[in-house]
Nanobody
């Protein structure tokens, strides 16, 4: 249901844009968010966004990352600038999706995309 892409290897100070596309029988997507998990660490919220565009960011990424969504394309984005070594992690997207077929609201996780910041 959720397919994340855009990860890769980048030098400190560089930029990457992640995408997360939702597919399937979708009536509406309410909540969408990006999380990350580094080796040995717990999963943490990076940023999230409501269906009307209200955003929330972790303090560690404020001013560097921008979350956005295209409701027509059912796609979530994360623009990451001024990347730091400590941003290295698997980035996962999360969304609350209401099914068009049975109207059930389900929370989904994408498979994750690896971001490696290294010189």
């Amino acid at each position: 249901q959720l397919q994340a892409s855009g990860g890769g290897l980048v030098q400190p100070g560089g930029s990457l844009t992640l995408s997360c596309a939702a597919s399937g029988s979708i009536l509406r997507i309410s909540y969408m968010g990006w999380y990350r998990q580094a080796p040995g660490n717990q999963r943490e919220l990076v940023a999230d966004i409501t269906n009307i565009g209200s955003t929330n960011y972790a303090d560690s990424v404020k001013g560097r990352f921008t979350i956005s969504r295209d409701n027509a394309k059912n796609t979530l984005y994360l623009q990451m600038n001024s990347l730091k070594l400590e941003d290295t992690a698997v980035y996962l997207c999360n969304a609350d999706i209401r099914s068009r077929s049975d109207y059930i609201l389900t929370n989904y996780w994408g498979q994750g995309t690896l971001v490696t910041v290294s010189s």
